[in-house]
């Protein structure tokens, strides 16, 4: 490894800015206002990300993109992590992005242009899997037909184009036989069905009936979809755990203040020791996580084909310290925090829905065991 | 004399010829448990010659003490160089040449407190390892509660009388010299009334015990102070009084943030030991079956590659300007995750374990010594009111 984990002076800069320009154009209210006006994000707040180059984040800069790596993209979701911004950025500029890169596609340019937004259609139970994928695309004349369901597709409702992992060979519960699909939202054949999430983000259930595909749409090689999904897989997990990372901050952030603040028995509540030490373990498990996520991000920047320990260490990690910081952040806070006027119970549902998300604890723990042979 | 160029890659080339020059192949590359520390001091036996000469070699290049200043005995590295130097020395297998309390400990708080003529007096002493320090805080009434120390230093006019007693005072008995935490002045608030002595190990009414542990025998010592006369101003010229009169807390709270900042500095592993990884791989394979076993070691894995991502990223943070207070963490974590480390080895092996001798060697010695970790340099609960309090700066009221 040739970088420090510590901040270079181009990422101080990125966070910074990022942190500015999240600050005014979508504080946490912003989540509130979307989600009362049943909205799952912000279009308007997506162009104006886009026309910053987070769009482009990972995409090479001859394909107009900002070429600026996994770090940054990981500093991004955390900045985005931290007020819960609700965007396409980990479904487009992050996942959608680094599996076409993969495949050296011809719609980099418009993701880099903020022109589609992507959602990737993976899971079909209730826990990630994707060799258990059983969505059928049987070949048919010069092309295939997909016939299946997806579920849980972050951004599946909303986004212009769908990555659609299909089975072409083999037998769910095989790496191998899979083929990674870049079909129009709108095909026919498609029906898009959101599943409103305690997130109040985008989340679809799709249906495949007969849905025609040609070998265009193959995103890399037949039967070969995991060399491309794979660095899609762990670049999204990294940015995901940078997101419950900011997610963490933010939560804490909000329950230090209130424990400098809020009285009790006639002093700070933030003077009891009890709550004190727990505050401090606290902080000190966000600090660990955050040095696992600089480094996954750090590993797919230098050596991506051995990300997988590091990437899995850094989801894990963050799916346990967000659990930790909403528990905590509510119960520090007392009644105020179970209230929906306040903006606790929006960290902790968003937390939940993370920890789900492209591998829970459990699947990122089993990664982590079978890369140290035990 | 070697080359500290400026420049990094002419450091990086001219320290590794030197240091394969005079670190001998049969000290490189040494297990663990073969390898015995250099401590120096006058009583100090070396296991081997290659050790005296590694050590001496060392020592006249200032390389004991690498970011010292050249005229206190040390090299003048800046902190990249120091980098460097440490990473060669990794890669080569090559031990550090000293380690000792006073490059830890005394020689920081010299460098920040004391007088040019203590600095030139004692600080190539600790460099040329012809000295050994002990520390000597701790007090059987005086624990956490470190400000509390009731070992007095009596003003006798030109010299101190010191009696009392000292506890945990790690290898007092095979050390020349220790620096001590005194009372002299017994009417100010209790923080402002020690001060930061240096008291010879042979001077007469100094006596040590030996302390036996849970673990068996440790280097920990019981120091007694019997009326012990300590000169104001030595046959050198210097005070015997590190910092200002009744000033030594400000010297032993430095020296704590500075010990803690080490530990992420990587100066002392707090990962080093036995390797869950390594330690499976003599275990029946069959053992990771156990749902809860596995479920341990999984969750024990992630925690413990985050953690030392975590010493890497606040020892870069160190060498870059300081962490300051927020090493309380580094504590904190590193010795409550080795606790859980031993726990997790001593149910792999089952009833294998619990024997004193058994097939893992000292396993259970090993593990009854991890519950000190989160005692020994300041308690868990302390680091926790170290970071609520300063980090977080929690009210008190």
């Known amino acids: 490894m040739t970088q420090s984990l510590i901040p270079t002076t181009d990422e101080v800069m990125l966070r910074d800015a990022a942190r500015g320009f999240l600050a005014d154009a979508s504080p946490v209210s912003a989540l509130r206002d979307n989600r009362d006006a049943n909205r799952p994000f912000d279009p308007g707040l997506w162009r104006e990300m886009a026309q910053m180059g987070w769009a482009g984040v990972l995409v090479p800069e001859d394909a107009g993109g900002a070429d600026m790596g996994h770090r940054a993209a990981g500093i991004l979701a955390e900045e985005m992590g931290e007020v819960l911004a609700a965007s396409p950025f980990l479904s487009t500029a992050v996942i959608a992005a680094t599996a076409l890169r993969a495949a050296a596609h011809a719609r980099l340019t418009d993701i880099?242009?903020?022109?589609?937004?992507?959602?990737?259609?993976?899971?079909?139970?209730?826990?990630?899997?994707?060799?258990?994928?059983?969505?059928?695309?049987?070949?048919?004349?010069?092309g295939f037909r997909l016939t299946g369901q997806k579920r849980f597709v972050a951004d599946g409702a909303s986004a212009t184009r769908l990555l659609i992992l299909a089975r072409t060979?083999?037998?769910?519960?095989?790496?191998?036989?899979?083929?990674?699909?870049?079909?129009?939202?709108?095909?026919?054949?498609?029906?898009?069905?959101?599943?409103?999430?305690?997130?109040?983000?985008?989340?679809?259930?799709?249906?495949?009936?007969?849905?025609?595909?040609?070998?265009?749409?193959?995103?890399?090689?037949?039967?070969?979809?995991?060399?491309?999904?794979?660095?899609?897989?762990?670049?999204?997990?990294?940015?995901?755990?940078?997101?419950?990372?900011?997610?963490?901050?933010?939560?804490?952030?909000m329950t230090a203040a209130y424990l400098k603040d809020r009285r009790q028995f006639g002093r700070t509540i933030g003077s009891f020791q009890a709550l004190q030490h727990r505050a401090a373990h606290l902080w000190s498990e966000i600090e660990i996580t955050a040095s696992a996520i600089a480094n996954a991000g750090r590993v797919l920047d230098e050596t991506p084909e051995e990300a997988a320990l590091a990437v899995s260490v850094a989801k894990a990690r963050a799916t346990a310290t967000a659990k930790l910081a909403v528990s905590e952040g509510v119960q520090m806070h007392g009644g105020i925090g179970m209230t929906d006027d306040f903006d606790m119970g929006f960290f902790m549902k968003r937390a939940r829905v993370g920890a789900e998300w492209l591998g829970d604890y459990g699947y990122h723990a089993a990664r982590v065991a079978a890369a140290r042979g035990f | 004399m070697l080359d500290f160029s400026e420049k990094p890659e002419r450091f990086r080339a001219g320290i590794t010829t030197w240091i394969e020059a005079h670190c001998a192949p049969s000290l490189r590359n040494r297990a663990p448990s073969d390898h015995q520390i250099c401590w120096g001091g006058k009583c100090w036996t070396f296991d081997s010659d290659a050790q005296r000469d590694w050590m001496q070699a060392a020592a006249a290049e200032g390389l004991t003490a690498p970011r010292w200043p050249v005229e206190y005995g040390g090299a003048g590295l800046t902190r990249a160089q120091d980098k460097i130097y440490r990473e060669e020395l990794a890669r080569l297998g090559a031990p550090t040449p000293l380690e000792s309390f006073g490059?830890?400990?005394?020689?920081?708080?010299?460098?920040?407190?004391?007088?040019?003529?203590?600095?030139?007096?004692?600080?190539?002493?600790?460099?040329r390892g012809e000295i050994r320090w002990c520390q000597g805080y701790s007090e059987p009434g005086a624990g956490s509660d470190l400000a509390s120390v009731q070992t007095r230093a009596e003003d006798r006019g030109d010299h101190w009388v010191v009696t009392g007693s000292k506890i945990w005072t790690s290898y007092a008995d095979q050390a020349d010299w220790i620096?001590?935490?005194?009372?002299?002045?017994?009417?100010?608030?209790?923080?402002?009334?020690?001060?930061?002595?240096?008291?010879?190990?042979?001077?007469?009414?100094?006596?040590?015990?030996?302390?036996?542990?849970?673990?068996?025998?440790?280097?920990?010592?019981?120091?007694?102070?019997?009326?012990?006369?300590?000169?104001?101003?030595?046959?050198?010229?210097?005070?015997?009084?590190?910092?200002?009169?009744?000033?030594?807390?400000?010297?032993?709270?430095?020296?704590?943030?500075?010990?803690?900042?080490?530990?992420?500095?990587?100066?002392r592993g707090l990962l080093g030991g036995r390797s869950l990884g390594a330690f499976l791989a003599t275990q029946d394979p069959g053992i990771m079956a156990d749902p809860i076993l596995r479920a341990?070691?999984?969750?024990?894995?992630?925690?413990?590659?985050?953690?030392?991502?975590?010493?890497?990223?606040?020892?870069?943070?160190?060498?870059?300007?300081?962490?300051?207070?927020?090493?309380?963490?580094?504590?904190?974590?590193?010795?409550?995750?080795?606790?859980r480390r031993y726990?997790?080895?001593?149910?792999?092996?089952?009833?294998?374990?619990?024997?004193?001798?058994?097939?893992?060697?000292?396993?259970?010695?090993?593990?009854?010594?991890?519950?000190?970790?989160s005692i020994e340099g300041g308690t868990s609960e302390v680091m926790l009111d170290i970071l609520s309090k300063r980090v977080l700066q929690l009210p008190t009221q």
Request: hydrophobic letters at 45%; one cysteine or more.
């Open chain 2, 179 to 267: 620096f001590a935490l005194v009372r002299t002045d017994r009417d100010a608030p209790k923080h402002k009334g020690i001060s930061f002595m240096l008291i010879d190990m042979e001077a007469a009414g100094v006596t040590t015990r030996p302390i036996r542990l849970i673990s068996g025998a440790s280097p920990f010592c019981e120091t007694f102070f019997d009326g012990v006369i300590v000169p104001k101003v030595d046959e050198n010229g210097n005070s015997r009084i590190v910092g200002a009169l009744n000033g030594g807390w400000d010297v032993a709270k430095h020296l704590l943030t500075h010990e803690r900042e080490m530990i992420g500095g990587g100066a």
């Open chain 1, 169 to 253: 060979s083999g037998s769910p519960g095989d790496a191998q036989g899979l083929t990674l699909f870049d079909i129009d939202a709108d095909r026919a054949g498609v029906t898009r069905t959101a599943r409103p999430t305690i997130d109040s983000r985008d989340h679809a259930q799709l249906d495949l009936t007969d849905v025609a595909a040609t070998g265009a749409d193959v995103v890399g090689t037949l039967d070969d979809a995991m060399t491309v999904l794979r660095p899609a897989l762990n670049a999204g997990q990294a940015a995901l755990a940078g997101e419950l990372l900011g997610l963490s901050a933010g939560a804490f952030g």
């Open chain 2, 103 to 127: 490059l830890w400990m005394l020689g920081p708080a010299l460098l920040a407190f004391g007088t040019h003529e203590q600095k030139l007096h004692y600080l190539p002493q600790i460099t």
């Open chain 2, 296 to 339: 341990e070691a999984m969750m024990l894995e992630i925690d413990s590659l985050a953690t030392a991502m975590t010493l890497e990223r606040y020892g870069d943070m160190a060498r870059q300007g300081g962490v300051g207070d927020a090493s309380a963490m580094l504590k904190y974590a590193g010795t409550e995750l080795n606790k």
């Open chain 2, 343 to 373: 726990e997790l080895l001593m149910s792999v092996s089952g009833s294998d374990g619990v024997e004193w001798d058994g097939p893992q060697g000292a396993l259970a010695p090993d593990w009854l010594r991890t519950k000190a970790n």
């Open chain 1, 112 to 142: 880099a242009g903020g022109d589609v937004t992507y959602a990737l259609a993976v899971d079909e139970g209730t826990k990630h899997a994707p060799e258990a994928t059983a969505l059928r695309a049987a070949a048919s004349g010069n």
